[in-house]
Every structure is written in structure tokens, then in C-alpha cells.
């Protein structure tokens, strides 16, 4: 175990997601990698904050996510920015793909993760862009959860 990941499997997270986004839905997708790129999330080396999900033809990749190169791979590693196709159920895809097409909303990648059996999965969101008005809110909401906790730690 790599000591960059979480004990429930995690490798990277999209923090900005959830602020940028209202989010609507999530699902669990499968992603399809090539070795090198399982050992290097398996040493806890991932970014998907500049990611994004989109559905072309049928099917959903997931675009500009980083996963560097495996140090202790030959010389035939894997494109650290390529493409990678999402495994979802066919009724999944056609629910996503619909929703983007029709609504106008977006597929955000919310975090990587190890499931209990060991298979690298991406849970993405069907999200709604906030408006800055939200997201003072949200920023507000925040904050008083934290100042909350201090009152409580200190007084209470």
C-alpha cells in the first residue's frame, strides 16, 4: 500500500468539482487502462483536476486526465494525457449522453478510486454549473461549519 492513498482505495480527488458544480446524479464508472498506467495509480500517482468527461459516438471517455508514466516501466509507457474509454452499462451511457445533449448539463469526474475487488474505477457526476451566487454560499455555508466546529471545540 502506497502511503498517498486513502484506506478506502482512494488515489485523486476533483475538489473544485463540488464547488463548481451542483451535483445531480453520480455514477460509477470503470476506466480502460493499460498496465503501466494500473501500477502507476496503484503508487497513488493521479490528477483529474483539469479532467473532463464526454460522450462521442456511444460511449464516454474521460480527456486530459494525468496518470505519469510508471518509473520502473520500459521504454513503451503509456501517453500520460491520452484518452481513456469509460465502462458504464448501455443504459447509463444513453442516460448521460441525453442528459448532456438535452438539458445542457455537464459530466464531471469526481474522484479515482480502488473498489473492494482491486479495479481502478472513476466515480463521475451529472452536474449543473453554480452560479457565483451559489458559490458565495457555498463558500459562506463552509465557513460557518468550520467556525461551529472551533465554538464547539473550544467552548463546549
Not at 443504459?91 to 445533449?101: C, D, P, Y
Amino acid at each position: 500500500m502506497s502511503k498517498s492513498r486513502d484506506d478506502n482505495g482512494q488515489i485523486a480527488v476533483n475538489r473544485r468539482a463540488r464547488f463548481d458544480y451542483e451535483i445531480l446524479d453520480e455514477f460509477e464508472a470503470g476506466i480502460q487502462l493499460v498496465g503501466s498506467e494500473v501500477k502507476s495509480l496503484r503508487g497513488g500517482k493521479a490528477n483529474i483536476a483539469e479532467a473532463y468527461v464526454s460522450p462521442e459516438d456511444d460511449e464516454i471517455f474521460l480527456i486530459n486526465s494525468d496518470i505519469p508514466p510508471y518509473n520502473h516501466s520500459n521504454r513503451f509507457n503509456h501517453n500520460p494525457r491520452r484518452k481513456r474509454k469509460l465502462l458504464l452499462k448501455r443504459r447509463e451511457i444513453e442516460k448521460l449522453s441525453g442528459a448532456v445533449a438535452r438539458k445542457g448539463l455537464t459530466i464531471v469526474p469526481l474522484r479515482i478510486f480502488f473498489n473492494v475487488r482491486g479495479l481502478a474505477k472513476l466515480q463521475i457526476a451529472l452536474a449543473r454549473g453554480k452560479r457565483t451566487v451559489d458559490k458565495r454560499e457555498t463558500r459562506k455555508e463552509r465557513d460557518w461549519q468550520r467556525q461551529k466546529s472551533r465554538l464547539i471545540r473550544n467552548y463546549g
